[in-house]
């Protein structure tokens, strides 16, 4: 399982040890507005925690707890995930997930993450494009992919709820 090293942040895969701090991040109601909608309780953050660590083993690729490297403070998490969702049209291509504590916006340190993780999966898994999704009023993820070279190509919905489809060319 793979570490990445950046300026300001440590990401490593999403452990059982991390269970506590993602808590504290998905049962936060303003991380998790865009997500989900409402808060996590501790047993949906504790599936989550195993999801993410059964990922990592079974496609060497997954979530990452993000660290200050400064204290350790979770920032959020960051991935290069397969989900397989259930959504027209389908990925077909990895798929880049992130969230970052409110705490903690407004300092770059999303795209140093994201930076990160894509050139991970550029390199690694030799993707030569990757997608997301973001709520249509999650004006700083949308911000944020854009700058990490995201454009838009569909709009549709996902467990009820709108979603637009972005990608990325590897550069």
Known sequence: MTTLITERLTLTPVQAG????????????AFTRHIFGRALGPEEVWFRTLR???HWGALGHGNWAARLKD?????????VLDYRREMTPAFDAPELGWGLAPRHQGK??????LSAALAWCDDALNA???VCMISPDNAPSHALA??????????T????GPVVLLERIAR
């Open 71 to 79: 204290g350790g403070d979770l920032v959020g998490t960051f991935g």
């Open 108 to 113: 770059g340190l999303a795209f140093e993450a």
């Open 18 to 29: 991390d269970y506590r701090d993602l808590c504290s991040l998905f049962g936060d109601a």
């Open 52 to 54: 993410d660590i059964g």
């Open 157 to 160: 919905t996902y467990k009820d």
């Open 146 to 155: 854009l700058r990490a070279g995201y454009v838009a190509y569909a709009e």
């Open 128 to 130: 030569r494009r990757t």
